[in-house]
């Protein structure tokens, strides 16, 4: 099936192909592979298990490529998984920035092994892909989930997805990575309470990169 339509990142009338809201590889790990239960998605007050993808004819296949080499294939490669989560493991060999009760805050841009022009990439095209279109509801055929307001924020976000273009300084994106693995409370500051979970957050309002590759 295709459709010649306008593309929602683009702008450009042209064949859609049938895109993901969310990438494809969240739900492929969102699967037990032990029990092989699927995920359970949560709509209209029922909750229940399914193999349905929120998918619609909203991207180009230009653009399709554009968001897998900016942002998707590098999550892809590096989200939490059950062998491992590397973007933990890289914040765990850096010392933090600031150190709270209950969460600690990094630099992202200056830890090797994070690439936050990818991150921040990624992050902001999930929120605009959620304002950009109004995206099929899981469990619920015919309804539509509401599209997230950003204001005038939507076009700025949809230009840097595009081609780089700077984000205005008053949006900025904050990244919470939750423990894959438990830490000693001596290993981030002996004078510190410990919580139950640490959170750890990484600040990038201001590291949006100048430039990405299109
Ligand atoms: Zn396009």
Redesign the pocket.
Known sequence: MTQVSQ?K????Q?ELVNSHFLPASIYKLCRDAATGQNLIAVSQGVSKHTTDQIRDYV??S??EKRLNKNGEAWFHKNMARPEGFTIQDALEKATPSMIYDSFVAYEGSKIPGLDMDQISYFGLSMFWRAAAHRWPALNAPGLRMERLLLGPCKESIRLFLLNGAPVPPHISLLISVWPYKKKNRHQWCSTHRWESEIKIVTHIGSTFPASISN
């Open positions: 593309c990142l683009c702008l450009l042209k991207f180009c230009d653009c």
